[in-house]
Antibody, heavy 119, light 107 residues
Framework: EVQLVESGGGLVKPGGSLRLSCIASGFTFSNYSMNWVRQAPGKGLEWVSSISSGSRFIYNADSAKGRFSISRDNAKKSLYLQMNSLRAEDTAVYYC????????????WGQGTVVTVSP | EIVLTQSPDFQSVAPKEKVTITCRASQSIGSSLHWYQQKPDQSPKLLIKYASQSIPGVPSRFSGSGSGTDFTLTISSLEAEDAAAYYCHQSRSLPGTFGQGTKLEIK
């Protein structure tokens, strides 16, 4: 069974940093691209960042460029999102999602981790 | 950026009725359109890929159609468990974008 478990969310002040993690199981992690997608409270889904299976290709939404950095460790079956210079508008549930194509179709999603940016 | 516009934003439908949700793209995306279901307090779940391809384990009452700029998600006979938000998503070009969502309520 495919499982994706996110962690690392929390309450942070504007300008602060957080590192989200996602641990995968139930599939060959190194064969798949991985993604972060977020959902602000009461709002829709927004793609944030994607990384190819071997980390060669990385894509970021404009809202993430220069502030967020996606990475992965295939040996640890783990995906990461380093978030710096956080803003109130980054407040959201952050989902880790497996990709069929890089930055494309997401076939499995984790349960999400909540990030709140507030003074 | 490709904009996806769903209609309606909200729909209240009785069980066993047919439901149709549409998604219109601001430019042609071929068949690179996918549908997700998100039940309250749950993460999204893939329902349909590439406009019309079914997903193993998804009930057969869910189907998709369309190509180019106009797409449709159809639920042939609504069940109570289908109460959820539904989102379309395009993977034709970066950034991948989602529709604003359609909230489906069961009467």
């Amino acid at each position: 069974e495919v499982q994706l478990v996110e962690s690392g969310g929390g309450l942070v002040k504007p300008g602060g940093s957080l590192r989200l993690s996602c641990i995968a199981s139930g599939f060959t992690f190194s064969n798949y691209s991985m993604n972060w997608v977020r959902q602000a409270p009461g709002k829709g889904l927004e793609w944030v960042s994607s990384i190819s299976s071997g980390s060669r290709f990385i894509y970021n939404a404009d809202s993430a460029k220069g502030r967020f950095s996606i990475s992965r460790d295939n040996a640890k079956k783990s995906l990461y999102l380093q978030m710096n210079s956080l803003r109130a508008e980054d407040t959201a549930v952050y989902y880790c999602a497996r990709g069929i194509v890089v930055a494309g179709l997401f076939d499995y999603w984790g349960q999400g981790t909540v990030v709140t940016v507030s003074p | 950026e490709i904009v996806l516009t769903q209609s309606p934003d909200f729909q209240s439908v009785a069980p066993k009725e047919k439901v149709t949700i549409t998604c219109r793209a601001s430019q042609s995306i071929g068949s690179s359109l996918h549908w997700y279901q998100q039940k309250p307090d749950q993460s999204p779940k893939l329902l349909i890929k590439y406009a019309s391809q079914s997903i193993p384990g998804v009930p057969s009452r869910f189907s998709g159609s369309g190509s180019g700029t106009d797409f449709t998600l159809t639920i042939s006979s609504l069940e109570a468990e289908d109460a959820a938000a539904y989102y379309c998503h395009q993977s034709r070009s970066l950034p991948g974008t989602f529709g604003q969502g359609t909230k489906l309520e069961i009467k």
